[in-house]
């Protein structure tokens, strides 16, 4: 199963830039999906995730209210819209997928629930 991220770019503060991903086999099963984002110098964190049987929505704290992820589990593709963008997430964003059931949305903020990852998509945003 391979990820494929797209959507990032340089935009200025304020504005907006919706992230795309798409895996490429459908022969698998696809429990929910999720964004991880990382800065220069930093570790890895979590943005956000949906779990496709009850369409339920989690988001770091960070980004919440300003950004909005959402999808189309039949097409195994989800979308991340970054609305208000700020100068601190500037990032690589990643997407990723669990093809194993899931408890609680809560699990999708640890990287290790996942099983399949794309590759980054920088996000750059200006002054």
């Known amino acids: 199963v391979q990820l494929q991220a797209s959507g990032g770019g340089l935009v200025q503060a304020g504005g907006s830039l919706r992230l795309s991903c798409e895996a490429s086999?459908?022969?698998?099963?696809?429990?929910?999906m999720g964004w991880f984002r990382q800065a220069p110098g930093k570790e890895r964190e979590f943005v956000a995730a949906i779990k496709w049987s009850v369409s339920s929505t989690y988001y770091a704290e960070s980004v919440k209210g300003r950004f909005t992820i959402s999808g189309d589990n039949a097409e195994n593709t989800v979308y991340l819209q970054m609305n208000s963008l700020k100068l601190e997430d500037t990032a690589d964003y990643y997407c990723?997928?669990?093809?194993?059931?899931?408890?609680?949305?809560?699990?999708?903020?640890?990287?290790?629930?996942?099983?399949?990852w794309g590759q980054g998509t920088l996000v750059t945003v200006s002054s």
């Open positions: 086999r459908r022969t698998f099963r696809n429990y929910g």
């Open positions: 990723a997928l669990r093809s194993r059931p899931i408890t609680t949305i809560r699990t999708m903020a640890v990287s290790s629930s996942y099983d399949y």
